[in-house]
């Protein structure tokens, strides 16, 4: 059974702060996806890589794809309180329907 | 801007109950799926849909069945709800498969078995 672990389960950091969010597995994936959940409504995509060792930046947002597509990594850097939310990443295979998705992580940017 | 819509927001029923979750798409995407979300395992697929009439089951699909009879619908049933199928259920739709394919997801529907 495919398995992705988050690291940290809940974060709570102050205004500005930088973090850094784990997303680990022991299988490979063909992609892997970082959600953002807010309360009260469904997650959202925010990015999909495919490639081993490729790196995104969206905004403040960086997410990276391990080298060996097994585990990847997402780092926001100067924190605002509309970061707030639930961070999940999600595995994909190729040829099939199914995402995976791992634990996730609460994070709280405290103002 | 694709829209996902559910039912209900908040829904409370008894135990032995029969429960149905409605969930509309109007992106007229191939695929919709079933999760449920718990706090620390993330979302689990309970089933999945990739035509009309089509199912296949997912990861955790004891206890519940579906039905897409329209393209745009697609229903969960709770055939006898019972408390530990207490959780949030999310609906979601996608397009043709592929490794950029995007899941919208629906808002949510909390359920409270008692």
């Known amino acids: 059974t495919q398995l992705l672990e988050q690291s940290p389960q809940f974060l709570s950091i102050q205004e500005g702060e930088n973090l850094t969010v784990y997303c680990n597995s022991s299988?490979?994936?063909?992609?892997l996806q970082w959600y953002r959940q807010e309360p009260g409504e469904g997650p959202v995509l925010l990015v999909t890589?495919?490639?081993?060792?490729e790196v995104k930046k969206l905004k403040r947002l960086t997410f990276q794809f391990g080298d060996a597509r097994k585990d990847s990594s997402l780092h926001i850097t100067a924190a605002q309180p509309g970061d707030t939310g639930l961070y999940l990443c999600a595995g994909g295979t190729s040829g099939t329907y199914k995402y995976i998705f791992g634990t996730g992580t609460r994070l709280k940017v405290l103002a | 801007d694709v829209k996902v819509t559910q039912s209900s927001r908040y829904l409370v029923k008894r135990t032995g109950e029969k429960v149905f979750l409605e969930c509309v798409q109007d992106?007229?995407?191939?695929?919709m799926f079933w999760y449920r979300q718990d706090p620390g395992l993330g979302l689990r697929l309970i089933y999945f849909?990739?035509?009309?009439?089509?199912?296949e089951k997912g990861d955790i699909p004891e206890g519940y069945s579906v039905s897409r009879e329209k393209k745009e619908r697609f229903s969960l049933i709770l055939e006898s709800a019972s408390t530990n199928q207490t959780s949030m259920y999310l609906c979601a739709s996608s397009p043709l498969m592929g490794l950029y394919v995007k899941q919208y997801f629906g808002p949510g529907t909390r359920l409270t078995v008692t």
């Open positions: 299988s490979v994936f063909s992609s």
């Open positions: 992106m007229d995407h191939e695929n």
């Open positions: 849909s990739y035509d009309v009439k089509m199912k």
């Open positions: 890589v495919v490639t081993g060792g």
